[in-house]
């Protein structure tokens, strides 16, 4: 199913769901969030420029703005999840800029950014050579870009205990360990796609569930 959608527009969060995929992180995924923030850190160093790429409710920008004066930017396709975020980042006392904008025609100047990162939501882009093109173009030369999602070919079995450990349940369970999973890409399709673009530097390290892709321009 997300895979039809997938090819007429990029896949954003609006109304109910943006707020269940909050709460959903805010209750699950925060230690998660914490440990994506100090591998981020490793990256940059105060007043440094950062994109996060479909952050969602703001979590993980929210905790990497707690470990440094980073000037960081959170850009995602839905009104209401940028809404959310901005509450979440007030309410943490952090100054985060986020933006309305979609991944592959990013309203931003070319090589402005030390460093960028999205974590589970590239499967929802409709362009996906394109938007690693954009991420090339606004990223600045000898940085590098973080690229983390699911993998399709991930055992359901897997998956299963990902969402047994998150505390998922009923329709939250099952979307989580069917549709996500089945709307991901494959470690081969995600190295055609950095093939067609601009970027020729990469890592590709798996996971259990999916893997990380680290892009240097």
């Given at each position: 199913?997300m ?52 952050p ?55 090589s ?59 329709i ?31 890592v ?14």
């Open positions: 199913m895979k039809f959608y997938r090819r007429f527009q990029d896949l954003g969060l609006e109304g109910i769901k943006a707020k269940m995929y909050d709460n959903n992180t805010r209750e699950y995924r925060l230690p998660e969030m914490k440990e994506e923030a100090k591998e981020a850190a490793g990256y940059i160093k105060n007043e440094d420029s950062v994109l996060e790429v479909a969602g409710p703001g979590y993980l920008s929210i905790e990497l703005a707690k470990l440094g004066s980073y000037k960081i930017t959170g850009m995602d396709l839905s009104k209401d999840v940028l809404q959310i975020a901005e509450s979440n980042a007030k309410i943490a006392g952090v100054n985060i800029n986020f933006r309305q904008g979609n991944a592959s025609h990013m309203p931003f100047d070319e402005i950014f030390n460093f960028i990162i999205c974590v589970l939501a590239f499967k929802n882009f409709k362009e996906p050579v394109l938007a690693l093109n954009e991420m090339y173009r606004v990223l600045k030369p000898g940085s590098t870009a973080v690229i983390k999602d699911l993998n399709r070919n991930a055992p359901i079995e897997v998956m299963k205990v990902l969402v047994k450990n998150m505390g998922l349940k009923g939250n369970a099952f979307l989580t360990r069917s549709f996500q999973r089945n709307g991901a890409y494959t470690k081969k399709e995600f190295e055609e796609f950095i093939s067609l673009s601009r970027f020729d530097d990469y590709i390290k798996d996971s259990d569930i999916g893997f990380s892709i680290y892009l240097k321009k």
